[in-house]
């Protein structure tokens, strides 16, 4: 069985690459982290995590200088036996997908790994690119060989996830599909063999379910409150010891730097005949502007508007994408003051919770963090929960009541 010595990880200072450096390096495989940001290199190189991630901090302080190494240096590549690639692959303004940083990083590889390495692609991609990946690399008559391997991981839970969810890999050559096999075998317990271009859908296909899936309950969300119900008295009737509706999720900003890019990367695929796609898209994002209507009717122009959290989601620092953003920048039109606070986001123009509480009429809840489940609010001041992560102010009159239907008034 292929065994490989030296794994180099581009992008390996990332969300995904160094969680997957950090583990291959914990079970004995020689790591290289090549990113080209300097902060982040240094940060990981002294044993620092540039980010939020559980139980990362204690498994780098193992392992960095013993095993694994961050560098801005590609001449790593020409001893690497595996090149794993997971630099970011974003959708540009006009919401198609870009693939030159992608393209452009992988001829760099080409210049430096040796022949008879495996590339492994692990962004999340267009479906078709493993494919010109592979096209490229015979054009240029280089043997390398070439796979993707996709990450399926959900953000701050990596380590704990990478061990446990069967690992997908796809290639065109038996002896890429057992290299990449034979590498992911290390963390993964079980393998998934598929064609390459299924392996790219299935990744596409599992974030735009999830995008789907909230958007369900974000259109659920707004259709019940549009009409002065409570959703989660609805949600609770429905959920409770009801298997077929296990998977119902609850409402909440449905954001960060995946989902909604992976659906467009989808609705690019087909044409933009991705309807449900689309549909998703225009729920989700439009709960930020759902949320401000309902509060118009409070006098939005005198009253001074917290949100807590900034990040895309709880407990975690990062603000890709996330809708506490756009919902900041709505309110700046309508609302006297917008207050914006998150106990991990480094951003200068954030308030320390403290002043957001002591100052705020109205709080607006933008990521469910586990340390604001213990929070309470004065009685005159007016919340906003999509998530229901206060369940116990539900009785309470400072709730903001949902805006009457006509049906209803
Ligand atoms: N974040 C997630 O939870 C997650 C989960 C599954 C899949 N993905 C996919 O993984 C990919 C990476 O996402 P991420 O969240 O880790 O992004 P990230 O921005 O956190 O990390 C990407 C890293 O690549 C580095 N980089 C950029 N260009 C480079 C280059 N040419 N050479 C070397 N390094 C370079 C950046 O400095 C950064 O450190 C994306 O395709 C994303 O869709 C992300």
Redesign the pocket.
Known sequence: MWTPQHVVI??G?????LPLGLLFASRGVNVRL????KA?VDKVNRGEMPFLEQGAPEMLRQVVGNGLEATLDDSCLEHADAAIA????PVDKYLNPTLR?LCR?VDDLLNHLPDDALLVLR??VYPGVTKIVYDRVRALGRNVHVAFCP?????GRALDELTRLPQIVGAFEPEAMARASSLFSRLSPEIIELEPTEAELAKLFTNSWRYLNFAISNQFYILAQSYGLDFYRIYDAVTRDYPRMASFSRAGFAAG??LL?DTLQLAAFTGNNFFLGHAAMLVNEGLPNYLVAQLRPLGLGTKCVAILGMAFKGDSDDVRDSLSYKLRKLLEVEAREVLCTDPYVQDPTLVPLEQALARADIFILGAPHSVYQSLSFPADKQVVDVWNFWPNLKAAPRKVEPELSPLKR
């Open positions: 581009v992008g200072c990332g969300h995904v690459g090549l990113d080209i940001d982040k997971v630099v970011g692959t940083n990083s962004s999340t990450e399926r991981i959900t953000e730097p995946c890019k």
